[in-house]
């Protein structure tokens, strides 16, 4: 008896009997590449205009996981990354920061920076190491700039981007990612990088951190928030902290803290009677204590222990050279990644054409005149700023 599993042809036909073709599905690595050709024809178009180019999130070459390609790696990080005008830049962690700077093959010439795949159950995530991030750190005084990583979530695609690090303290790192939408996607892989960077055992630094959105929660919340007077003639400044939904408030000398939604918060800041408000929907409310820091003037639970934010430094001009040679790298590899792809510069599509013509049985519709101009219609986006936002739209990998 046959257990092969291939269709047949139905009976009655001159091939009755033999097996028929498999009909398969449009595989979607053909979809992925599309995807990908499209990404580097929109990068193409944006070094080309010579303009600011933003940093992208785009398709990783692999998985985080795995050490091939690392030429392919490199070169699509340098698409990815943000690009200034007139020599503002952020400085880039460069594919050459090696202690002996012996030959290799990074742009310089020099041997590659060495990467390390770092993660836990949730996510992995492949970088310069943690040692070679924090030499060049330290050599270059510290300053704010852009390091070049891969991702993969769990129940994702793996990704390339970016990530912007200052060393804030001894033990301390700011990370924002760049080039996404923000979210928890965008949070997980910026404390990522921090528990990393911040981590006396840079190899198991992610295993000790279980959930990373929880413990990017408490970093924020450590760093409060700040003040905002209102117009009142006895509440004097209020604020909200969205990680510990504690609003505070300050009459006179004293501060008072309640727990609250955002929403009676946002009722209180809004309104032209801020006392009335507050007396209705918040003074009611669970008492919880909170703390002013001296120094930053912000607030924050009495539970949270406080960390003065510091944030990212402004452009130092450290690595220059290094940026523009990556520039023109990345411009030559988006090049040759999109031969014969059009990169698409009027986002919004044409509207479908209308027969306008009145019907000879047609009733005039009366309109209500207001007195006001009629609102101009909103134009199609066009120009490299368009081809940046289309860029979020032409790839599934998002941080």
């Known amino acids: 008896m046959s257990i092969d599993s291939k269709p047949r042809q139905p009976k009655g036909i001159p091939v009755g009997g033999q097996f028929a073709a498999i009909a398969h599905a449009e595989p979607g690595a053909v979809l992925a590449v599309a995807r990908h050709r499209q990404t ?33 790696w490199w070169n699509r990080n340098f698409v990815a990354a943000e690009y200034g005008t007139n020599g503002k830049n952020y400085p880039q962690m460069p594919d050459d920061n090696t202690p002996s700077m012996h030959t290799g093959q990074a742009m310089s010439g020099k041997r590659r920076t060495h990467r390390m795949n770092y993660g836990n159950k949730d996510i992995q995530l492949r970088m310069p190491s943690a040692t070679a991030i ?30 912007r690090v200052t060393k804030t303290g001894p033990h301390s790192w700011e990370t924002t990612t760049l080039g996404g939408n923000g979210g928890p996607a965008g949070e997980q892989v910026a404390e990522a990088v921090a528990a990393v960077l911040e981590s006396r055992r840079v190899t198991t630094a992610l295993a000790k951190v279980p959930d990373l959105l929880k413990a990017r929660k408490e970093r924020e919340a450590a760093k409060g928030v700040e003040l905002s007077p209102v117009s009142s003639s006895w ?144 134009q199609p986006a066009t120009g490299p700023a368009a081809l940046a936002e289309h860029l979020k739209s032409v790839e599934s990998g998002d941080f």
């Not at 178009?45 to 940093?55: D, M, Q, S, Y």
């Not at 990783?60 to 050490?67: E, F, H, L, R």
């Not at 009676?264 to 809004?270: C, G, L, R, S, W």
């Open 40 to 72: 580097m024809a929109v990068r193409r178009e944006l070094f080309r205009a010579h303009g600011f180019v933003p940093a992208a999130t785009i398709q990783a070459v692999n998985a985080p996981t795995s050490t091939d390609d690392r030429e392919e």
């Open 134 to 163: 924090r030499r060049f750190s330290g050599d270059n005084g510290n300053p704010t700039f852009d390091v070049p990583v891969s991702v993969s979530l769990k129940g994702g695609a793996p990704v390339q981007g970016w990530v």
């Open 235 to 378: 509440i004097n400044e209020i604020g909200y902290d969205e990680n510990t939904n504690t609003m505070a408030t300050r009459i006179g000398d004293k501060l008072y803290g309640h727990k609250v939604s955002k929403q009676f918060f946002e009722a209180v800041k809004n309104t032209e009677r801020p006392g009335s408000v507050y007396n209705k929907l918040v003074r009611a409310h669970q008492r919880t204590a909170v703390n002013q820091c001296g120094k930053c003037f912000r607030f924050t639970s009495a539970l949270v222990a406080h960390t003065c934010p510091t944030g990212h430094k402004a452009e130092s001009g450290i690595g220059l050279a290094h940026v523009e040679l990556a520039r023109k790298r990345a411009e030559a590899v988006a090049t040759s990644r999109s031969q014969g792809v059009s990169a698409v510069v009027n986002v919004v599509p044409a509207p479908a054409p209308v027969n306008t013509a009145p019907n000879r049985n047609a009733q005039p519709i009366l309109t209500k005149k207001t007195g006001f101009p009629a609102p101009r219609k909103p």
